[in-house]
């Protein structure tokens, strides 16, 4: 089974600018999704950002703009360049793999909280302050 472990949450003001990444390690499948996902107080995991084997990459209208996904296939990372941040960019962020198409994920074909993703880190604090 693949580990993800994630690093570079942390507390910013509105306006400002956070990187998270995610390493990979183990065995991993194609196809793939991998993707940073987010839980805001009091709201159910979403999908910020997902890259697929195919290497397309579809991001949350809340997001757009603001943030970038990059993969760097020889370190085995994901990262989230993340700029402009809002106070409601506020939550803990989780990196996932599954071995299916992000349509299959973008679909709801995983479940609520996206749980049938195949791993998951252990998550990230971002706080943004206004």
């Known amino acids: 089974q693949v580990q993800l472990v994630e690093s570079g949450g942390g507390s910013v003001q509105a306006g400002g600018s956070l990187r998270l990444s995610c390493a990979a390690s183990g065995d991993t499948y194609q196809p793939y999704c991998m993707g940073w996902f987010r839980q805001r107080p009091g709201k159910r995991r979403e999908a910020v950002a997902t890259?697929?084997?195919?290497?397309?990459?579809t991001y949350d209208d809340s997001v757009k703009g603001r943030f970038a996904l990059s993969m760097d296939n020889v370190k085995r990372t994901l990262s989230l360049q993340m700029d402009s941040l809002k106070p409601e960019d506020t939550a803990t962020y989780y990196c996932?793999?599954?071995?299916?198409?992000?349509?299959?994920?973008?679909?709801?074909?995983?479940?609520?909280?996206?749980?049938?993703?195949?791993?998951w880190g252990k998550g990230t604090l971002v706080t943004i302050s206004s």
């Open positions: 890259i697929d084997s195919d290497e397309s990459i």
């Open positions: 996932g793999i599954v071995w299916v198409h992000c349509t299959v994920v973008a679909g709801g074909g995983l479940g609520k909280d996206y749980n049938g993703m195949n791993s």
